[in-house]
């Protein structure tokens, strides 16, 4: 977000008082968490009851643990399940000033529930989508008035989650824009404005995190424990890239992925892994199947865990995170050289959405411009394939002796 966009919401009243929210999963429920903590009228919807009752005993489960912490108190949990109530018919959002659908990323599905909800709600009602990586602008021409429609992504859990990325449609209004960017501000979340393009920011820049991870196990330089191990102990990253993958589910994970490689006309930067395929074939999803690129126990823990080492002028670890980062860094650089966000919103979303450790542009400039053109050079020059191309970003950094601006 930018320093003028950020003045504007300084001390700002949100004008939303009125949210539906649209499916009582656990992300939709956990927006509704949110918007009810800062105030807001929220009408939580789902067709299913069931959904619904779930979603009730889950809040009441989660405000608890709040209490026994010592980070609300009874007054404050009271408060927040007051301003939710649960509703099975779209009708009942028609008062909303702001509706958010977070259901199935089926992109007909959305268009037809955006299509029925616009005919309930007042003309200057918002009407968001929190999809990770659908075209808002296909789902917006769902609509009489398009110019309403944007698309606002909360990350999982989105209570706890900072990041949320704001997304506009070509046919989304400024003051559309505006008011979303201002009504999440005042939610204490951080904006990032994202272009509408495949993956938004984070959902495309990440996924060298998990392609190159895979790439490395097959072309047999690394097992799964030791490319892990080489993201947590030298780059400081919570999860290692297959920990995370058994984290969201190999199902969920291929899937976003094919999604994103199909998106980019088959861009070979994001083509997808037979590995993670084969494995989601297999039904082993992760923690959820209790098998993964790891075994899980009751509880979610890895059963076993080894890391091998082969030293060497470069030690392995140092090879495999060098060539996963600079992938990544690579992958922030083209979402800057396009325009997909600026470089502040950029570096927010990997830190503040997935909790990276640091910002890839930061990063990048603490290991210099010029170790990241060669090292990018080196993985063309061994391998010949479009997928280790250098950002023309960073190849005129270099040459201008620029550092990024974050």
Same mark, same amino acid.
């Given at each position: 977000?930018?320093?003028?966009?950020?003045?504007? =919401?300084?001390?700002?009243?949100?004008?939303? @008082?009125?949210?539906?929210?649209?499916?009582?999963?656990?992300?939709?429920?956990?927006?509704?968490?949110?918007?009810?903590?800062?105030?807001?009228?929220?009408? &939580?919807?789902?067709?299913?009851?069931?959904?619904?009752?779930?979603?009730?005993?889950?809040?009441?489960?989660?405000?608890?643990?709040?209490?026994?912490?010592?980070?609300?108190?009874?007054?404050?949990?009271?408060?927040?399940?007051?301003?939710?109530?649960?509703?099975?018919?779209?009708?009942? &959002?028609?008062?909303?000033?702001?509706?958010?659908?977070?259901?199935?990323?089926?992109?007909?599905?959305?268009?037809?529930?955006?299509?029925?909800?616009?005919?309930?709600?007042?003309?200057?009602?918002?009407?968001?989508?929190?999809?990770?990586?659908?075209?808002?602008?296909?789902?917006?021409?769902?609509?009489?008035?398009?110019?309403?429609?944007?698309? =606002?992504?909360?990350?999982?859990?989105?209570?706890?989650?900072?990041?949320?990325?704001?997304?506009?449609?070509?046919?989304?209004?400024?003051?559309?824009?505006?008011?979303?960017?201002?009504?999440?501000?005042?939610?204490?979340?951080?904006?990032?404005?994202?272009?509408?393009?495949?993956?938004?920011?984070?959902?495309?820049?990440?996924?060298? !995190? +998990?392609?190159?991870?895979?790439?490395? +196990?097959?072309?047999?330089?690394?097992?799964?424990?030791?490319?892990?191990?080489?993201?947590?102990? &030298?780059?400081?990253?919570?999860?290692? $890239?297959?920990?995370?993958?058994?984290?969201?589910?190999?199902?969920?994970?291929?899937?976003?992925?094919?999604?994103?490689?199909?998106?980019?006309? !088959?861009?070979?930067?994001?083509? $997808?892994?037979?590995?993670?395929?084969? !494995?989601?074939?297999?039904? *082993?999803?992760?923690?959820?199947?209790?098998?993964? *690129? +790891?075994?899980?126990?009751?509880?979610?823990?890895?059963?076993?865990?080894?890391?091998?080492?082969?030293?060497?002028?470069?030690?392995?670890?140092?090879?495999?995170?060098?060539?996963? &980062?600079?992938?990544?860094?690579?992958?922030?650089?083209?979402?800057?050289?396009?325009?997909?966000?600026?470089?502040?919103?950029?570096?927010?979303?990997?830190?503040?959405?997935?909790?990276?450790?640091?910002?890839?542009?930061?990063?990048?400039?603490?290991?210099?411009?010029?170790?990241?053109?060669?090292?990018?050079?080196?993985?063309?020059?061994?391998?010949?394939?479009?997928? +280790?191309?250098?950002?023309?970003?960073?190849?005129?950094?270099?040459? @201008?002796?620029?550092?990024?601006?974050?």
């Amino acid at each position: 977000m930018s320093e003028n966009q950020k003045s504007k =919401i300084v001390n700002l009243q949100s004008s939303i @008082k009125f949210v539906g929210v649209i499916g009582g999963g656990t992300m939709g429920s956990g927006i509704a968490q949110v918007a009810a903590t800062a105030g807001c009228q929220v009408k &939580l919807y789902d067709t299913n009851q069931a959904a619904l009752d779930k979603a009730k005993a889950a809040l009441e489960k989660i405000l608890a643990r709040l209490i026994e912490k010592g980070r609300i108190d009874l007054e404050e949990k009271n408060r927040i399940q007051n301003n939710i109530s649960y509703v099975d018919s779209l009708k009942d &959002l028609a008062d909303s000033n702001l509706t958010i659908e977070a259901i199935i990323e089926n992109i007909d599905i959305k268009k037809k529930v955006f299509s029925e909800l616009e005919s309930y709600v007042a003309e200057d009602c918002i009407i968001a989508s929190n999809t990770s990586s659908l075209s808002i602008a296909s789902i917006a021409a769902s609509l009489k008035k398009p110019k309403r429609c944007v698309g =606002i992504h909360f990350f999982n859990p989105a209570p706890l989650m900072q990041l949320v990325e704001v997304i506009p449609a070509i046919q989304t209004s400024y003051e559309t824009l505006e008011k979303a960017i201002d009504t999440i501000a005042s939610w204490k979340k951080t904006v990032a404005v994202a272009k509408d393009t495949p993956g938004f920011i984070v959902n495309r820049v990440a996924r060298p !995190f +998990y392609g190159e991870a895979l790439r490395i +196990y097959e072309e047999g330089i690394a097992n799964f424990e030791t490319i892990d191990s080489a993201m947590k102990d &030298l780059g400081g990253f919570r999860m290692g $890239p297959f920990e995370l993958m058994d984290f969201i589910g190999n199902d969920v994970n291929y899937t976003v992925t094919e999604t994103v490689f199909t998106a980019f006309y !088959f861009d070979p930067r994001y083509k $997808p892994s037979f590995t993670q395929k084969r !494995f989601s074939e297999a039904g *082993y999803l992760g923690r959820k199947s209790g098998i993964g *690129y +790891y075994e899980y126990d009751a509880n979610g823990k890895i059963v076993v865990s080894s890391t091998t080492e082969v030293s060497g002028e470069e030690s392995l670890k140092e090879k495999i995170f060098n060539r996963i &980062l600079i992938m990544l860094i690579n992958e922030a650089a083209d979402a800057l050289f396009f325009n997909i966000a600026s470089a502040e919103d950029i570096d927010n979303a990997m830190t503040k959405g997935v909790n990276y450790p640091k910002g890839l542009l930061a990063w990048a400039n603490e290991k210099g411009i010029g170790w990241c053109v060669a090292k990018m050079d080196e993985l063309y020059f061994e391998y010949h394939e479009d997928r +280790y191309r250098c950002s023309p970003l960073l190849r005129t950094m270099n040459k @201008k002796g620029l550092r990024f601006e974050v």
